[in-house]
């Protein structure tokens, strides 16, 4: 992996932990201000809250293989 690819991808990496932040947050926003009553929105933003940190985990993952390889 070249250097500009390896920084893409820590770029990548940063970019989906602030979207995964950011939709952490709107979980946490949900259960503190708006349950009871906004119930029917759980599986949506749990689900999108899912998505993106797994997207982070997948990308961090790659990342840090990519490390191991050039540390090799």
Request: net charge negative.
């Amino acid at each position: 992996m070249t250097d500009e690819e390896l920084k893409a991808l820590e770029k990548e990496v940063k970019k989906l932990k602030r979207i995964s932040a950011e939709k952490a947050s709107e979980l946490h926003d949900l259960v503190e201000d708006r349950l009871p009553a906004a119930y029917d929105d759980i599986p949506v933003i749990a689900q999108t809250t899912y998505d993106a940190c797994k997207a982070w985990a997948d990308a961090n993952a790659r990342l840090q293989a990519a490390l191991s390889e050039v540390a090799s």
